[in-house]
């Protein structure tokens, strides 16, 4: 499935799960199903057979560009997916999460210990992409030597 | 009639979930280092009978959570993790109150569905597993979540705009437990 088919399944789950709030969040979903759900916005989204997503939204508001000091949302954060068919695995989803958002990202952004702690972690990502061999359990490791 | 009577379905509201029917639950509370966390398993029987819209079966487990925030204090008589384990049974009626709506959500169905609502409006056939996480607004958000324990899942947040913001020597440490 291509990209744009994934984020339109993805921005549907979202707006079915959300009700398109103006909220971050974030969705994962597998399905094997004929499955209608019906978006904020009255489309109603219908597949059928095997699909599979995971996507972040972040709101932004209507008609306004980010500038120099208006930004769209402020979000730092660091996303780990493991995911394996729900239905049959004894490990199906395992999800590790960082986030700092608004305020809180903009006051992280400033921070050396987090620019460090999200440096390192963006390291990691990038580690994993160029091999993907590593486990979850390597990467926590690393990120504990960080700690250190 | 009997088909229909064994099969379960769920209100909820911001701060409620009403069970109606058989279903198996279990609950972590919101002390020690995890979060308010329900686990719901729910089968059951619908239709009419098999002249009519015929006999569907299903089975559905939907975990729901609301952080912990770590500027709260921990409420008197919360046993951290006591039973979150364990798994109870009611046949006919539970209700889950929490003071806020779940930031987090997951559903797991095998079968049929028909769902609306604020959460979720979809109808499905097959198997469906789907997850949302909703972060909270200025704040530090730390989320650890393994199916093969949902009620052992950390879902910690720190609000910024609190009057005791925490250190960040403290959500680094949760952060990298």
């Known amino acids: ?30 399905k094997f199903a004929l499955d209608v759900s019906q978006q904020a916005d009255k489309n109603v989204d219908v597949s059928l057979g095997y ?25 730092l954060g660091t996303f780990f997916v493991h995911y394996d068919n729900p239905f049959v695995t ?9 986030f700092a958002t608004g305020a809180a990202a903009r006051t992280a952004a400033q921070s050396p210990r987090f620019r460090t702690y999200f440096g390192h972690s963006a390291g990691v990502i990038e580690d994993n992409r ?19 | 009639m009997l088909l229909l009577l064994a099969s379960s379905c769920a209100i909820r509201t911001t701060t409620a979930d009403h069970y ?7 609950r972590g509370t919101p002390c020690r280092d ?4 329900t686990e ?18 299903r089975i559905i487990e939907r975990v729901a959570a609301t952080p912990r925030d770590a500027a709260a204090s921990c409420p008197p008589g919360a046993s951290g993790d006591g039973d979150r384990r364990r798994w109870h049974f009611s046949a006919l009626y539970v209700r889950f109150d929490r003071r ?33 996480l909703l972060p909270p607004p200025d704040a530090y958000c730390s989320f650890h979540y393994d199916a093969s324990d949902p009620t052992g899942m950390r879902f910690t947040v720190w609000n910024v705009r609190g009057e005791n913001p925490a250190s960040e020597e403290e959500i680094l440490k949760e952060v990298n437990p």
């Open chain 1, 1 to 30: 499935m291509r990209g744009w088919q994934h984020a339109a399944v993805g921005v549907a789950l979202c707006c079915a799960l959300a009700g398109c709030a103006k909220t971050l969040a974030f969705t994962t979903a597998t």
């Open chain 1, 51 to 75: 699909d599979r997503a995971e996507l972040a939204v972040i709101p932004a508001p209507d008609n306004t560009d980010a500038g120099d000091h208006a930004d769209t949302y402020s979000v």
């Open chain 1, 90 to 98: 004894s490990d199906p989803l395992r999800l590790n999460q960082f």
């Open chain 1, 130 to 148: 160029a091999n993907p061999t590593p486990t979850f359990t390597e990467d926590l490791n690393k990120l504990k030597e960080l700690k250190k």
């Open chain 2, 20 to 26: 109606v029917g058989p279903m198996f639950y279990r």
């Open chain 2, 34 to 37: 995890g979060a308010d966390v």
């Open chain 2, 40 to 57: 719901v398993v729910a089968d059951g029987w619908g239709g009419r009978g098999r002249s009519r819209v015929g006999r569907v079966a």
């Open chain 2, 100 to 132: 806020e709506p779940p930031r987090f959500v997951h559903r797991s169905v095998i079968g049929t569905q028909a769902v609306a609502g604020a959460e979720a409006s979809a109808l499905s056939v097959g198997a469906v597993s789907a997850t949302i």
